[in-house]
Structure formats: C-alpha cells, structure tokens
C-alpha cells in the first residue's frame, strides 16, 4: 500500500521505522511522473517487505530541498534508515524493482 507524506517529520518517521523504504517524488503537472505512478503502485502490491510512499514536491519543498531533487520523479530508497539508491527520472517495473533490491 502507498501511502502520502506531508512534511519531513512524517518522512523521518516512516524511514525510521521501516527496514526498506520506496520514496516516490513526483507532482501532478509532471508526465514522466504520471507514467510511473501505476508501477510504483504495483510494485507495492508486489513487494510486500518495503514500505512505499509518495511525495508532492509541489506541497513539500522542504523534503525536495533536503535530498537535493532537481527534477522528478525521483525515487529515494532507504534501508536501515539511511539513503542507499536515489534515480531521477522514468525506470520501468523491472528496473524499480532492481533499484529496490
């Protein structure tokens, strides 16, 4: 299941208390983001042991801000609370699922 962030806060907490963490960067006026957002959803559903999450940089900056995204979407992945993978721009489910592992 995905679920929405607002606020780093929110995102602090959810990468600190989950093991692998899928953060999905992304805003409604972006094509390439709407194009990845049906396999963001699905991989979610596939992978059981990561906990995904979407962020509109639009209504939180500071987030955009604090991992330096220039341009969306941007996948972060975390794992034991730290930043392990960040991609920039469209991936396709295999490789999503490659970043992920």
Do not use: H, Q, Y
Not at 24 to 39: E, N, T, V
Not at 76 to 91: P, Q, R, T, Y
């Amino acid at each position: 299941m995905v679920k929405e962030i607002n606020g780093i806060k929110e995102l602090e907490l959810e990468v600190n208390n989950n093991k692998k963490v899928l953060v999905d960067l992304w805003a409604p006026w972006c094509g390439p983001c709407k194009m990845l957002s049906p396999i963001v959803d699905k991989v979610s559903e596939e992978l059981s042991d990561v906990r995904v999450l979407k962020v509109n940089v639009d209504d939180n900056e500071d987030i955009a801000s604090k991992f330096d995204v220039e341009a969306i979407p941007t996948l972060l992945i975390f794992e034991d609370g730290s930043l392990k993978n960040k991609n920039v721009g469209f991936v396709s489910e295999l490789k999503l699922k490659d970043l992920v592992k």
